[in-house]
């Protein structure tokens, strides 16, 4: 079945780094999206991508979907310790309603 | 705006009996979608509901069930419970009939099944 392949899984980086993410499939996809959850709580969308080659920002985000509509990538400039959480890449497409989700990357920022 | 609700926050059931969580979508949406996430994984998709049908299924058990109502507001329902059960569910709505239409998440019901 279709699954996404998000990388990596987990970072651990100092405040100011800039951090990159990405998530890749074998199936084609006609939208991605990318989630923050913090634990407990439900997924916040950050983003989302609706065209080949889309290239859009939220703040200090910037998500990218796939020329081949197999891939996308999230980075996040100047992080900061509110940034910490777990990062979640999702995909529909065609006649699927539903999300295909990653298994996330946990982030944690060092003050 | 009020958000995409849920109810309870936290339950605990036992093997073998049944469970309903609710869930009422953002102002303005009419599609209701329910996933399962365990522990340390993504989250899985169980089913949508549009215009009160069952639109699409994921690869979960027929003990899984749902319902929409007229408001658009849905419930899950989870017969003869299992350990593996045990579990975040979370509700998400989204407006329109296209694939691609956007899904917003609640905070999610946890589920703890002993």
């Known amino acids: 079945g279709q699954q996404l392949n998000q990388s990596p899984q987990s970072m651990f980086i100092q405040e100011g780094e800039d951090v990159s993410m990405n998530c890749t499939s074998s199936s084609i996809f006609n939208t991605w999206l990318w989630y923050k959850q913090d634990p407990g709580e439900g997924p916040v969308l950050l983003i989302a991508l609706y065209k080949a080659g889309e290239l859009t920002s939220n703040g200090r985000l910037t998500a990218q979907f796939g020329i081949t509509r197999k891939d996308s990538f999230l980075n996040i400039s100047a992080s900061i310790p509110s940034d910490v959480g777990i990062y979640f890449c999702?995909?529909?497409?065609?006649?699927?309603?539903?999300?295909?989700f990653g298994k996330g990357t946990l982030l944690t920022v060092n003050p | 705006d009020a958000g995409v609700t849920q109810s309870p926050t936290h339950l605990i059931k036992t093997r073998g009996q049944q469970v309903t969580l609710r869930c009422s979508p953002k102002?303005?949406?009419?599609?209701v979608s329910w996933y399962q996430q365990a522990l340390g994984q993504g989250p899985q998709f169980i089913f949508q509901?549009?215009?009160?049908?069952?639109?699409q299924r994921g690869n979960f058990p027929d003990r899984f069930s749902g319902h929409q109502f007229p408001n658009y507001s849905s419930e899950l329902n989870v017969n003869a419970l299992l350990l593996g059960d045990s579990a975040l569910y979370l509700c998400?709505?989204?407006?329109?009939?296209?694939?691609?239409?956007?899904?917003?998440f609640g905070p999610g019901t946890r589920l703890t099944v002993l």
């Open positions: 102002s303005g949406h009419d599609t």
């Open positions: 509901y549009y215009e009160e049908e069952e639109r």
């Open positions: 999702a995909a529909s497409g065609g006649s699927n309603y539903k999300l295909t």
């Open positions: 998400a709505s989204s407006f329109g009939t296209s694939a691609t239409d956007t899904q917003y």
